[in-house]
C-alpha cells in the first residue's frame, strides 16, 4: 500500500530553518518524480519543489529558489526539503507527493495524484 510520512514541520522564526521528511513505503521512491505542495490559508496548492532522481532533475518555484534545498535519501526511500530563511509567507501545510515514473515539474500539480497527510510549517514571531 502505498503510503508517505511527512514529518518535521513546527514553529519556527523568521529567518529560521526546518527540514521536511518524507517517508514513503509500498513503492521504491526512486522511480518517481516526489515533489513538495503547500497550502497556505485561504490559497491555492503551490508546488515548491520536486525531483526526479534518475537525472539528478530538480525544480524550485520561485518563491523558494536559493532558500529551500530539496534532496532524497534512496536506502531510506525517504525525500527531505531542507528550508532555510523561512518568511511568514511560507505559512503552510507541506505535503510530499507522487508524481509519474518520468520527470515532471512541481508546477503541473495534476501530474501528482498520491498525496501524503502533510505537516504544518509556521514562521512567525
Known amino acids: 500500500q502505498l503510503q508517505f510520512v511527512e514529518s518535521g514541520g513546527g514553529l519556527v522564526q523568521p529567518g529560521g530553518s526546518l527540514r521536511l521528511s518524507c517517508a514513503a513505503s509500498?513503492?521504491?521512491?526512486?522511480?518517481?518524480?516526489i515533489g513538495w505542495f503547500r497550502q497556505a490559508p485561504g490559497k491555492e496548492h503551490e508546488g515548491v519543489s520536486c525531483?526526479?532522481?534518475?537525472?539528478?532533475?530538480?525544480y524550485y518555484a520561485d518563491s523558494v529558489k536559493g532558500r529551500f534545498t530539496i534532496s532524497r535519501d534512496n536506502a531510506k526511500n525517504t525525500v527531505y526539503l531542507q528550508m532555510n530563511n523561512l518568511r511568514p509567507e511560507d505559512t503552510a501545510v507541506y505535503y510530499c507527493?507522487?508524481?509519474?515514473?518520468?520527470?515532471?515539474?512541481?508546477?503541473?500539480?495534476?501530474?501528482?495524484?498520491?498525496w501524503g497527510q502533510g505537516t504544518q510549517v509556521t514562521v512567525s514571531s
Open positions: 507527493a507522487r508524481g509519474p515514473r518520468v520527470y515532471r515539474p512541481a508546477d503541473d500539480r495534476a501530474a501528482y495524484p498520491y
Open positions: 509500498g513503492f521504491i521512491l526512486d522511480y518517481y518524480s
Open positions: 525531483t526526479f532522481s534518475s537525472d539528478g532533475t530538480t
